[in-house]
């Protein structure tokens, strides 16, 4: 078994939409939904009776109590499809971590075996009222019992417990992990659509914010928002005839963890090694190395995560991330740096989940980033959620 | 086992959340509640794991018919956190708290996979940390019934 993806860029990306990013939309999530998936299909000079299969990934990232209502907090395939294109040939929704290269392989494949035509695949992501992970529980059933009651509770925790352990490891400091968060705001800040647009992040800023959870800040997390982006995809054959330049799939490839753990528990060794497996599936699925992709764009969620990304991809040897983003070396201004952040990321945007490394890839494949376009991408990686959890989709300008 | 006070010694805090035992948990909860740290032992290929699971990670079997065994508690720090703001009730009082990351070290667990626990540590905020400080199991006495497990330095 090769690990080639067979579909290999037989399926294109050939339009989006992405709509503004609030804190709390003025409208429900699930109109969000309808018209941002409307923009994308006219976008890819389609109309929506044309598109028949709708995928997502409904994950409601909270810890909190709240309810996840189809429309309201979440919205489904089948929610949208209804009020698009009803019975559709395929709907499907991924359940797993790494939501987005989860649902796009969903669609690729369809589309790959003609179960569907054009698909769209969207992500809508929901900031409910109130706090958004606290809760009023005071019983755990389940696996939360073997972690609640005992205080371990919450991404927060979660991805400080992962960070400390790389920072006693590697000697990682706070003024590394800011060039993180500040280059993630300054390009987040040049996106119309941001919810921090225009609002770019000093180092200073960023230094002096108290800990959450040691050693991690509110900086260091992406802010729940109310917001909305969908996808066309369609056969690279039939994409040759829409308006925009197609961005091919070349491969995908998701983590998985090497243990079982307590629920929300990320040891650092768990995210390297299964981090290093899914790396060596997505170069076999892509049939392509690192040294052939022109731009890459990690997650970012928790910023901690670019260094494991960038160390699971072999961009820098493992407990070397820190030092890789020094000194400008994932500057989008700076000629000749690594602009691993240049779409904003989810700290630049607001918790669009693995949205934006998605789209940037999209835009600059296919010449549609204005002006942030840079000259000659014609592959590309995106990123989502860990290592271990998440996955990684490449993408080519060339038809397979 | 360590010997500990008698659990209606402790303070109670009917405030924190407190765990519902299932079929699975239930032996794991008896023993806590006995101040006694339990992992759960396949019965088909002997191996420890924590939290038990519907099915045995290790060799598979579909009816591992888990034992809860006992371990002697000891563990080293992987990794820890300040908690500065809690999400849950009834920690409000203990913010900021440490949480710790243990490996479990009872010769049991020898040669095969890790086992980790997560918990607060007693000691408070201000104790010497660093990866690899020993430590042990404590109990935090939640109700006269339940007990769950922290950890405490293991030189203090």
Not at chain 1, 93 to 109: K, R, T, Y
Not at chain 1, 119 to 129: E, I, K, M, S
Request: hydrophobic letters at 40%.
């Amino acid at each position: 078994m090769s690990g080639r993806f067979r579909a290999r860029d037989q399926v294109a990306i050939v339009g989006y939409a992405q709509s503004p990013v609030t804190r709390h939309a003025d409208r429900s999530l699930g109109a969000l939904t309808v018209e941002t998936a409307r923009a994308a299909i006219a976008d890819a000079g389609l109309e929506a009776d044309q598109v028949d299969g709708f995928v997502t990934a409904t994950l409601f990232p909270t810890s909190g109590a709240h309810a996840v209502v189809d429309g309201v907090s979440v919205v489904s395939a089948d929610w949208l499809a209804a009020r698009l294109n009803p019975n559709p040939r395929y709907a499907a929704g991924f359940s797993g971590l790494g939501q987005i290269p989860g649902s796009m392989a969903l669609a690729v494949n369809a589309i790959a075996s003609g179960a569907a035509d054009h698909v769209v695949v969207h992500r809508a992501l929901h900031n409910p009222r109130g706090s958004y992970h606290a809760t009023s529980s005071t019983e755990f059933a389940g696996p939360m019992q073997w972690t609640a009651p005992q205080g371990f509770f919450g991404p927060l925790a979660m991805i400080a417990l992962t960070y400390n352990e790389y920072v006693q490891r590697y000697g990682a400091s706070r003024e590394a992990l800011a060039e993180v968060v500040v280059e993630a705001r300054k390009n987040g800040a040049r996106l119309p659509w941001s919810y921090w647009a225009d609002r770019p992040l000093t180092r200073e800023q960023y230094l002096a914010e108290p800990m959450l959870d040691d050693p991690i800040s509110r900086f260091d997390c992406d802010i729940p928002i109310d917001g909305v982006a969908a996808f066309v995809l369609t056969s690279a054959e039939r994409a040759r005839d829409l308006p925009h330049r197609p961005v091919h799939v070349s491969g995908y490839a998701t983590g998985a963890p090497p243990t079982r753990r307590l629920p929300a528990h990320w040891p650092l060794d768990d995210l390297v090694s299964a981090g290093a497996t899914m790396a060596e599936r997505l170069w076999a699925s892509a049939g392509m190395g690192l040294d052939e992709i022109d731009l890459v764009q990690v997650y970012d969620g928790f910023s901690p995560l670019v260094y494991l990304w960038l160390e699971a991809l072999g961009r820098c040897p493992v407990g070397e991330g820190h030092r890789y983003v020094r000194d400008g070396g994932i500057d989008s201004d700076r000629p000749g740096a690594d602009p691993v952040l240049l779409s904003g990321g989810s700290l630049g945007n607001g918790r669009m989940h693995g949205v934006p490394q998605l789209l940037e890839c999209y835009l600059q494949v296919s010449g549609r980033a204005g002006d942030r376009q840079r000259p000659d991408v014609t592959t590309a990686l995106s990123c989502h959620s860990s290592p271990h959890l998440g996955g990684a989709l490449v993408y080519s300008a060339e038809a397979g | 086992m360590t010997a500990v006070e008698r659990p209606e010694a402790r303070p109670v805090d009917t405030q924190r959340p407190v765990p519902v035992p299932d079929e699975l948990s239930a032996p794991f909860w008896a023993a806590a509640a006995r101040h006694e740290l339990t992992l759960a032992r396949c019965s088909d290929c002997g191996t420890l794991t924590h939290p038990p699971d519907l099915v045995c990670d290790a060799c598979g079997s579909t009816s591992p018919r888990f034992a809860a065994t006992p371990v002697d508690g000891r563990g080293v720090v992987r990794s820890w956190t300040v908690v500065r703001q809690s999400f849950l009730p009834g920690f409000a009082d203990l913010v900021p708290f440490v949480l710790v990351d243990v490996q479990l070290v009872d010769p049991a667990l020898a040669g095969q996979p890790d086992v980790r626990l997560v918990g607060r540590l007693l000691d408070g905020v201000d104790a010497p940390l660093s990866a690899g400080a020993a430590v042990r199991v404590a109990f935090e006495q939640l109700r006269p019934d339940l007990a769950v497990p922290a950890f405490e330095l293991a030189a203090s």
